[in-house]
T-cell receptor, first 114, second 116 residues
Framework: DAGVIQSPRHEVTEMGQEVTLRCKPI?????LFWYRQTMMRGLELLIY????????DSGMPEDRFSAKMPNASFSTLKIQPSEPRDSAVYFC????????????FGEGSWLTVV | AQKVTQAQTEISVVEKEDVTLDCVYE???????LFWYKQPPSGELVFLIR??????QNEISGRYSWNFQKSTSSFNFTITASQVVDSAVYFC?????????????FGTGTKLQVIP
């Protein structure tokens, strides 16, 4: 079975540019999570969706960040405009159903903003 | 306040030594789940174990074992006879359901280096 698929795997962009990260969750999963990992802050939950509806976006750092889930098989995390401090690994993860079911991670999108 | 605390930032052991990674959590829920994930140098996050709050039995899987103690809100992970391939960052995580929706919070991770 295909796991969580993220693209791009690596992105280098210039400050001020728009960045769009994409995620395809595991088929049948109804939860989708976006995490950011940095050396300073570790793994931070940015936002999560249930049945395509954003449930908690309190982790989104600022208005430059936005996330959408137009359907059950696709989500995007957008940064506009990007800044060097946004450089991090962004993980998408998905899970099914009730609390406690294992969440499965994609391989991450490594973003560098120069 | 941190919901999941991994006080050990980095640990170094010599190959074949046993090592225990600590995890302390905080929750008001009576039903919750705890996880351990491994992040090797390649960067992916690999699921290791899941445990629910009603099951305090220790679990062993090969060289890995987990000790869950609700009395101390701890879910510690022990690697027996460590190997170089165990070198990774290990994350403990807590799954709760505030408002009925699953939310998973991770600790800051413990970096384990196994020296040959």
């Amino acid at each position: 079975d295909a796991g969580v698929i993220q693209s791009p795997r690596h992105e280098v962009t210039e400050m001020g540019q728009e960045v769009t990260l994409r995620c395809k969750p595991i088929s049948g999963h109804d939860y989708l999570f976006w995490y950011r990992q940095t050396m300073m802050r570790g793994l931070e939950l940015l936002i999560y969706f249930n049945n395509n509806v954003p449930i908690d976006d309190s982790g989104m750092p600022e208005d430059r960040f936005s996330a959408k889930m137009p359907n059950a098989s696709f989500s995007t995390l957008k940064i506009q405009p990007s800044e060097p401090r946004d450089s991090a690994v962004y993980f998408c993860a998905s899970s099914w159903g009730i609390t406690g079911n294992t969440i499965y991670f994609g391989e991450g999108s490594w973003l560098t903003v120069v | 306040a941190q919901k999941v605390t991994q006080a050990q930032t980095e640990i170094s052991v010599v190959e074949k030594e046993d090592v225990t990674l600590d995890c302390v959590y905080e929750t008001r829920d009576t039903t919750y789940y705890l996880f351990w994930y491994k992040q090797p140098p390649s960067g992916e996050l690999v699921f290791l174990i899941r445990r629910n709050s009603f099951d305090e039995q220790n679990e062993i899987s090969g060289r890995y074992s987990w000790n869950f103690q609700k009395s101390t809100s701890s879910f510690n992970f022990t690697i027996t006879a460590s190997q170089v391939v165990d070198s990774a960052v290990y994350f403990c995580a807590l799954s709760e359901a505030p408002g009925g929706y699953q939310k998973v919070t991770f600790g800051t991770g413990t970096k384990l280096q196994v020296i040959p």
